[in-house]
């Protein structure tokens, strides 16, 4: 099939062999592709100079003192009002309804997730493409700080439901560096070939260094090694596409959702807190206890740490070693990987340090006033945590506090730890996550971390 010639000197590295699964009738794509070749003739047509972004400057709420600790002077730091997810989800109530994306807790390497689903779009009368890039702006506001992940689940796109290629390109130009530099990787699952051809129409678009970021999914379970499935909002079409593509291919179905392997004696990740301290006698696992203590040596006063990622080959060369008994021993250079595997631990757990019991009596306690939910998280925590998730969690705590004591160097407020942590702390054991659930799961994470010091003081009535 002929497409529109484009200059590919700036082109994108992708896989020359795409291994499309189409099981659905491809005259929808062939329709898409033409609809695509005549949109691109339009805008290749247009004045080459890209459009104005008009930049919108957030207010400013008034600088004000944070706390701050003994040994340090008052900090200030003035910082842009952004609305919380709840006011996004009020706000963007007719776009959200649909569900087109959502957060999805973090990957393997402890990244956030934001899944796309293309299922999800409606037919395009019904929606409003505009107020649908603004609430993912905004959205993305609360992330791109942070390194982060798109996956992106392409079946169940048609020509009904097709935003046009003018939208697309906007979104890639209006997603300026802001937004592109910390993303670390877009996981096209399902590409078909319609995705192949636009992808040729783009090249004089996308640069190659967002380029070399694309990887192509073509089965859930390719999928599973780099994402938590089990946290992700998969679309039921989604799943039962995937399902007709494996049993064509005769590709054994193993249930990547529950996936049992078998361990060494010597297993750190993955493994219950009750196992290791059994293993080692010790109430704070030795993970935790030696990335903690590197860090505090090392990394307070270190810019954006937490927000970072490792290199996802350390991080699984580091995890299989230590799995295998190795004792690690951090450089000074470590800093990203010791905050990595921290955060890798903690979301390996097979229940989460705050435990599935709490869950639901967490997300309650979000609606109360503070001084009801302090007396109340008190309560919570001591009756219903085991004795080593308690303790971990306070060493935990107080450590954050430390991070935000050093804030004047290494920038990471409250609010930045709580979004880098809340995931890792608390999910639901029978749900997928979604906007509103990791709004309140990282909004009570930031309530821990700057109550710490009281709720797991003892004189404290």
Known sequence: MAVAKVNRQKGMILSESFDVYDLVDTKDDDKMIKDAEKELKVIESEDDEEPENLEIKPDVIPAIPLRTSSRESPIVITTPVSKTMDELQKEYADIAKYKIFQLAGDDLTGRPVIAFSACRLPVRNLIDHQKLLRFLKDTLEHYVENDYTIVYFHYGLSSQNKPSLKWLLQVYRELDRKYKKNLKALYMVHPSSFIKIVFNMFYPFISKKFGQKINNINKLDDLAPHIRLDQLDIPKEVRDHDEQIAAKFKTQQSSVFHAKL????????????????????????????????????HALDVEGIFRRS??????????????????????????????????????????????????????DACSLPDEERLAYSRKILKENLAEINYTTLQYLLTFLQKVVDHLDKNRMTSASLAIV??????????????????????????????????????SFA
Do not use: C
């Open 421 to 458: 942590f809340g995931p890792n702390l608390l999910w639901s054991q029978n749900e997928t996550s979604t906007l509103t659930s990791m709004s309140k799961i990282n909004s009570y994470s930031k309530f821990l971390i700057d109550n710490s010091h009281i709720i797991f003081d003892e």
């Open 262 to 297: 078998e361990k060494p004696k010597t297993q750190q990740f993955g493994v219950t807190l009750q196992h290791l301290k059994n293993m080692s006698g010790e109430t704070i696992p030795i993970i935790v206890r030696t990335a903690i203590e590197f860090l505090e040596q």
């Open 310 to 363: 490792a290199s996802a080959v350390q991080v699984n060369e580091t995890v299989n070693k230590l799995n295998q008994g190795g004792i690690m021993e951090y450089t000074q250079d470590d800093v990203h990987l010791a905050s990595a595997i921290l955060k890798k631990f903690l979301r390996d757990l097979p229940e989460p340090l705050l435990s599935f019991a709490l869950y639901d009596k967490i997300m």
